[in-house]
């Protein structure tokens, strides 16, 4: 293949811009905010649920001091009831009278025991409502972290994308100055040499695998002529000649 010499250089650009692009798109897989973002939503999605759990926990021990409270009531009510039967004088049988103050004595222990209960039960609650506004200040803090990663996240993302366009747009530009079938040469081996598909010699030396060419190599080099498209014995990439290339 033969190309001008000025055409083998212009390739030289095109190569840089398309490693230019490779470079952004590399910061923009890499950009430490991604693992921070993701470490930070493992972490909150892990305190949701324990928030879950200790808002379960709190629910529950609301609905069994309600019903706790509720059974004090009745007790109260009816040992109130009792006693005042008992004080209106209404029951006159001695065996009546005795089983209604045992009644009253056995409804205040009863009364009693159910009171240590709720008194229990508010304990579990307070601790539970405690745990609570804790994790909820934890998931606040973490979810802070995580709209400031993603805020930093998503700036650093656009000055990349910025870039990225902009060097699209000057490849564009000097790719359409490059003849289509040396483009077309150099595209497949960038597609198969890791994104490099052309690269300056630089005295003896292919800056695409960074291996000095072998002196018959480099002569049959020196001798090609000068719109002769020559190739790295070594990787294979174009390699451009320059006048730094020592020839």
Do not use: W
Not at 60 to 70: G, L, M, V
Not at 123 to 147: F, G, M, W
């Amino acid at each position: 293949m033969n190309a001008a010499p000025a055409d083998q250089i212009r390739l030289l650009e095109v190569q840089a811009l398309d490693s230019r692009l490779q470079q952004l798109a590399h910061k923009r897989r890499s950009l430490p905010e991604h693992a921070e973002i993701e470490a930070l939503t493992k972490d909150a999605t892990q305190l949701r649920d324990l928030l879950v759990a200790a808002q379960t926990e709190e629910s529950d021990t609301a609905r069994e001091q309600t019903k706790a409270e509720q059974d004090v009531d009745q007790v109260r009510q009816r040992a109130t009831r009792d006693q005042q039967r008992l004080d209106s004088g209404a029951v006159t049988s001695p065996k009546d009278l005795e089983n209604l103050q045992r009644e009253i004595v056995s409804l205040a222990k009863r009364q009693g025991d159910l009171e240590d209960i709720v008194l229990e039960v508010m304990e579990r609650r307070e601790s539970a409502q405690e745990r609570v506004a804790e994790l909820t200040d934890r998931v606040s803090s973490v979810q802070t972290k995580i709209d400031d990663a993603t805020s930093r996240r998503d700036a650093a993302l656009a000055a990349l994308d910025a870039d990225a366009a902009t060097a699209t747009k000057e490849r564009s530009v000097v790719a359409g100055t490059v003849p289509a079938d040396l483009l077309k040469l150099y595209d497949k081996l960038r597609e198969q040499q890791g994104g490099v598909g052309a690269a300056k010699l630089y005295q003896r030396t292919c800056q695409g695998c960074r291996q000095e060419l072998a002196i018959t190599d480099f002569n049959e080099v020196r001798a090609a002529a000068p719109d002769t498209v020559v190739r790295c014995e070594n990787c294979r990439r174009i390699l451009v000649r320059t006048s730094e290339s020592g020839l």
